[in-house]
């Protein structure tokens, strides 16, 4: 498997959880960083109280930050680095799949990805639960949670915990179907 991986994490304006209001990306090799983004992003809906109160984000922030689309060309490549990493990964690989769709972009139809949450529950039992906070905190790392950015990192920071558990993480890549929206059962 892979040692480079791109860690993932997006905030989002409201339950329908088709567009993003933010993106933080981590791309990690061996452990360390190589590389970050961050952008707060225009969803071009509507703000739910819920989604303010837990992100910080509101449409004063992001109304002349750019729009998916406008993100796009820029975070393409980076993710296309590594293997996708994500907290809780299906759904971040939902809201990334569904804004390609409404948006009208193409890209892999199917992607490699894997989830810190599920793999920290098999290999780090011991942790009182599984969530991202708990687990900064289990391992002693910084955390700004609900920052795209922070959330991102700390995923990253965690994958390569659970790398040095020993474990075959290789056990733990699903695939992604962009296309339908979900994760392929494994055969």
């Known amino acids: ?29 061996r452990g360390q960083v190589v590389e970050e983004f961050y952008s707060l992003v225009n ?67 199917r992607v490699p990805y894997a989830c810190t949450c599920q793999m920290s529950r098999r290999l780090i039992p011991q942790s009182p639960n599984h969530k991202l906070n708990t687990l900064c905190d289990y391992f002693g790392l910084e955390l700004d949670h609900h920052h795209a950015g922070s959330d991102s990192r700390a995923c990253g920071e965690i994958f390569f915990r659970c790398v040095e558990t020993g474990a075959d993480v290789s056990g733990f890549v699903r695939t992604y179907d962009v296309e339908r929206i979900r994760t392929e059962k494994r055969r």
């Open 1 to 29: 498997m892979s040692q480079r991986v791109v860690a993932f994490d997006v905030e989002t304006p409201n339950s329908l959880n088709d567009r993003m209001s933010a993106v933080g990306i981590t791309v990690m090799e």
């Open 43 to 109: 969803p071009e809906e509507e703000f739910e109280p819920f989604n303010v109160e837990l992100t910080g984000i509101t449409p004063e922030m992001v109304a002349h930050e750019p729009t998916f689309p406008q993100l796009w060309e820029t975070i393409r490549p980076i993710l296309e680095q590594g293997m996708l990493v994500a907290h809780n990964a299906p759904f971040d690989m939902s809201v990334l799949a569904k804004c390609l769709r409404d948006y009208g972009l193409t890209w892999h139809k």
